[in-house]
């Protein structure tokens, strides 16, 4: 397998900006709809509920890992975001 080393400064820290505010609010939602409390989303990542606070305030990044099993509990599509942000592109 090889490593790939990026110049400093490529990869920038997503904390905060636009786009991850955006995915936030997305599961947010997601959550809601699925009509789960952060306490049940929580125990069925097998986390704390701060866990899902830190991630809901956008303390946290998420994963793909951890989005795609987001994704399986909540019950959506994981390209969904990203259709919906193409579109508004």
Known sequence: MALYFYPEGVLSKTLGTLRHNALIAFLTAKRH???MSQSDLAEALGEY???VARMESGQ???DVIEYENLAN??????R???LCEDATD
């Open 73 to 78: 509990i909540l019950g959506f599509d994981p």
């Open 80 to 82: 969904e975001f990203f």
């Open 33 to 35: 709809a699925a009509g």
């Open 60 to 62: 946290r990044r998420v």
């Open 49 to 51: 509920q701060s866990f």
